[in-house]
């Protein structure tokens, strides 16, 4: 069909996003890491490390993974939105794994990291970047 991509494309394409979305998620651990050393709480702490992820992975999956040929303007805005729904699934995730069950703030913020990578693939490959 057309406009469907062969399977090993799109393991390629999953490959890249996983590639991009683990150095964003560097990003996002760095600076929590960082603001919780400083003396930052838990929450505040990944919720500041989250805005500094989806900036770092909004330009490696728009250049790297999607190579998006959509206009930075409409991919931004679609991001932004997708964006800030993750940030706020990120930090009820981590508020109930943390705050709630009492797992470590690494543990927690795994769990929350791993539960929301698949989502964010298929929002990024049909709605995000997708023309």
Same mark, same amino acid.
């Given at each position: @069909? =057309?406009?469907?991509?062969?399977?090993? =494309?799109? !393991?390629?394409?999953?490959?890249?996003? %996983?590639?991009?979305?683990?150095?964003? /998620?560097? #990003? +996002?651990?760095?600076? @929590?890491?960082?603001? #919780?050393?400083?003396?930052?709480?838990?929450? %505040?702490?990944? #919720?500041?490390?989250?805005?500094?992820?989806?900036?770092?992975?909004? $330009?490696?999956?728009?250049?790297?993974?999607?190579?998006?040929?959509?206009? +930075? =303007?409409?991919?931004?805005?679609?991001?932004?939105?997708?964006?800030? %729904?993750?940030?706020?699934?990120?930090? !009820? @995730?981590?508020?109930?794994? +943390?705050?709630?069950?009492?797992?470590? $703030?690494?543990?927690?913020?795994?769990? /929350?990291?791993?539960?929301? %990578? @698949? /989502?964010?693939?298929?929002?990024?490959?049909? $709605? #995000?970047?997708?023309?």
């Amino acid at each position: @069909m =057309a406009g469907r991509q062969s399977l090993p =494309a799109l !393991l390629r394409q999953a490959g890249r996003f %996983a590639l991009s979305g683990g150095l964003a /998620t560097g #990003v +996002h651990l760095g600076i @929590m890491a960082a603001a #919780v050393h400083a003396g930052l709480p838990g929450l %505040a702490a990944t #919720v500041l490390g989250a805005a500094f992820g989806a900036l770092a992975n909004y $330009v490696l999956q728009y250049t790297y993974t999607f190579n998006a040929r959509i206009s +930075h =303007a409409r991919a931004i805005r679609r991001y932004s939105l997708t964006a800030a %729904a993750a940030m706020l699934i990120n930090a !009820l @995730m981590f508020y109930a794994l +943390h705050d709630g069950a009492r797992l470590p $703030v690494a543990t927690a913020q795994a769990l /929350t990291t791993g539960g929301l %990578a @698949m /989502t964010h693939f298929l929002l990024y490959r049909k $709605v #995000v970047f997708h023309e």
